[in-house]
């Protein structure tokens, strides 16, 4: 088959490659400006496609190229993280349409970092979905899913993995079904949850909130994003945090929240509203996490803000 890859990040990068391994023809590639957290931007996606000499577009607006583009006579495009509604003229230059990969449970997971949301949410599984796009957000009907199991335990990170390791392969399953698996209209009686984007600055830590919300703050905003933050004593002293934990202590206590109360060979415990957090990696700004961790806990008056 004949394949347009249209968007962005190192998985889709990933699926290309596979679905060429797999003897498929690519027939294109179009990204845009990466996001500051992606491990691939625009200048990997030009290097693959010189590599491979086939014609690339750096563009958001896709839509502008859709005379070269479809003389290219690609058969059907993979997508992930494409930056906006690609407009129906463009859509219906495919036969076989575009199928985007989306990190969220179609219809009930629109929009954009759902997988972030959904610990955020506290939900108990993340939805791979595999769906043709249409001029609405999220909304066609879907070919295939794959369902990844969550918990408390559960930091972004490794959902990132497990999208890494399954959405190629799960492409390539689908260019294996597409035209003889019927697509499956989106449920309309399911109640949509739209997600929005978040951004560094929402990721900062109220330790007035119990220990359950706290900890989800810090699985969402892991690596590879930039942490959960906070300050230190009302300063201007960032410290991000990326790995952390409940401590059950066998006394009770009186504490402020956000209060370092002891620590646990160089971790640091912090009192929240409801118990305490032992923080298992952080990082301040010119130091080592090892010196992170003896600065915080050095005081027992230092307080995380």
């Known amino acids: 088959m004949r394949i347009g890859i249209i968007g962005r990040t190192g998985i889709l990068l990933k699926s290309a490659e596979a679905l060429r391994e797999a003897g498929h023809e690519l027939a294109f590639i179009a990204t845009c400006k990466a996001e500051l957290f992606y491990d691939k931007n625009d200048v990997d996606f030009q290097n693959y496609a010189s590599r491979l000499n086939i014609p690339f577009f750096n563009t958001l607006d896709l839509e502008s190229q859709i005379d070269s583009i479809s003389a290219l006579?690609?058969?059907?495009?993979?997508?992930?993280?494409?930056?906006?509604?690609?407009?129906?003229?463009?859509?219906?230059?495919?036969?076989?349409?575009?199928?985007?990969?989306?990190?969220?449970d179609l219809p009930r997971y629109k929009g954009n970092a759902a997988a972030n949301w959904a610990i955020l949410n506290f939900e108990q599984e993340v939805v791979l979905t595999i769906h043709k796009m249409v001029e609405e957000l999220d909304s066609g009907p879907y070919l295939l899913k794959e369902y990844f199991k969550i918990?408390?335990?559960?930091?972004?990170?490794?959902?990132?993995?497990?999208?890494?390791s399954s959405v190629p392969n799960i492409f390539i399953n689908a260019m294996d079904l597409v035209g003889f698996k019927e697509f499956i209209e989106q449920d309309k009686t399911i109640k949509t949850l739209r997600t929005y984007p978040r951004n560094p600055d929402d990721s900062r830590i109220n330790w007035s909130w119990d220990n359950k919300s706290i900890l989800a703050m810090i699985r969402a905003s892991s690596h590879p994003f930039n942490g959960a933050f906070c300050f230190l004593n009302g300063t201007d002293t960032k410290i991000n945090i990326f790995k952390a934990s409940e401590f059950n202590a066998d006394f009770d206590f009186c504490?402020?929240?956000?209060?370092?109360?002891?620590?646990?060979?160089?971790?640091?415990?912090?009192?929240?509203?409801?118990?305490?957090?032992?923080?298992?990696?952080?990082?301040?700004?010119?130091?080592?996490?090892?010196?992170?961790?003896?600065?915080?806990?050095?005081?027992?008056?230092?307080?995380?803000?």
């Open 73 to 104: 006579k690609a058969d059907i495009c993979i997508s992930i993280n494409w930056l906006k509604i690609i407009d129906k003229s463009f859509l219906s230059i495919f036969p076989l349409g575009i199928l985007n990969a989306h990190a969220g």
């Open 151 to 164: 918990d408390d335990k559960t930091y972004i990170g490794d959902i990132y993995a497990w999208l890494e």
């Open 255 to 305: 504490a402020v929240p956000g209060q370092v109360c002891f620590k646990v060979g160089e971790l640091p415990v912090i009192a929240s509203r409801n118990g305490f957090i032992i923080i298992e990696e952080c990082l301040i700004s010119d130091f080592s996490v090892s010196e992170s961790m003896k600065y915080i806990a050095k005081s027992l008056r230092n307080r995380l803000t």
